[in-house]
């Protein structure tokens, strides 16, 4: 039996925080707008021995703070489809929330074009599906009102809304990312054949019920569609639920269908 290789990438693109060099599937996370690797810190370490959790970190934040932001998806999603490239010596899957879901799709999309190659599972979390262009952009919001539009998704703390250092900082990363994701409409093409969940919030004001239903579209092979009792921002609250989903869903096949579950509150 052949020991699975490590990622021979030392991109800075990727972040494993918990080094598992046996796995059996590599899941790509990729964060929210604003968001960085970190985010992932503790997921590797709390899902089954045999998935190894690789976090994206886009640049312009952490150690990636002074390299030029993305502000469009297509250069973006080359720039981590090279990045990728070398660490699918194995089966992946790819997990992205808000921001995040977008450009996981379109990686997905661009790594099956170059490489052949598709996810074991694509999980969709908080983004409406990705032919749905966005009703109400943000990414152009004079900064009071983007401020207020933080604080209706909820997640971020007020005292941290109110530091001018913060928001000096944070801002240009912000807007940076909302413009990738609010100006991307999927090219057409033929849709995913994995499995694909897509995870939204009921109390989500980003995304209704019927813009999270589009992903559907977007796979021929399984749907499902889970509804937390969250706001946006939900991957710290709601944490252990999803890690368990995660693992379930890596660890069993499906067969060919469409459902749609409420999953249980966190508190």
């Avoid at 799709?105 to 966005?134: C, K, N, T, V, W």
């Avoid at 152009?140 to 250092?165: K, N, Q, W, Y």
């Avoid at 980003?206 to 889970?226: I, Q």
């Avoid at 639920?241 to 509150?265: E, G, H, K, M, N």
Wanted: charged letters at 20%; proline letters at 11%; hydrophobic letters at 40%.
């Amino acid at each position: 039996m052949t020991t699975p290789r490590p990622p021979t990438s030392s991109s800075p693109w990727l972040v494993t925080h918990h080094p598992r060099p046996r796995a059996r599937v590599r899941l790509f996370c990729i964060p929210f707008a604003g968001g960085a690797a970190s985010v992932f810190r503790t997921w590797g370490d709390a899902l089954p021995a045999d998935i190894e959790v690789c976090a994206v970190q886009l640049p312009g934040r952490e150690r990636r703070l002074r390299e030029p932001l993305y502000q469009a998806m297509q250069p973006l999603a080359r720039a981590l489809v090279d990045a990728v490239g070398p660490s699918l010596d194995r089966p992946f899957a790819i997990f992205g929330h808000s921001l995040g879901a977008c450009v996981g799709f379109e990686l997905a999309r661009q790594l099956r074009r170059l490489y052949g190659r598709e996810p074991e599972h694509m999980f969709a979390s908080a983004r409406r599906a990705p032919h749905i262009r966005d009703p109400a952009p943000l990414h152009e919001l004079p900064e009071p009102e983007l401020i207020a539009a933080l604080r209706r998704m909820g997640g971020t703390p007020e005292s941290v809304l109110r530091d001018p250092e913060f928001v000096r900082i944070f801002m240009p990363i912000l807007r940076a990312d909302l413009a990738v994701a609010e100006t991307y409409l999927c090219p057409s093409g033929p849709p995913l054949r994995c499995p694909l969940t897509m995870l939204r919030a009921d109390a989500d004001p980003m995304v209704s019920k019927l813009e999270a239903l589009g992903w559907r579209e977007h796979t021929s092979g399984p749907f499902t569609m889970r509804t937390l009792s969250a706001g946006h921002l939900f991957l710290a609250s709601h944490q252990t639920q999803i890690l368990d989903l995660i693992a379930a869903s890596l660890s069993t096949s499906t067969s060919p269908s469409t459902s749609f579950d409420r999953a249980p509150s966190n508190g």
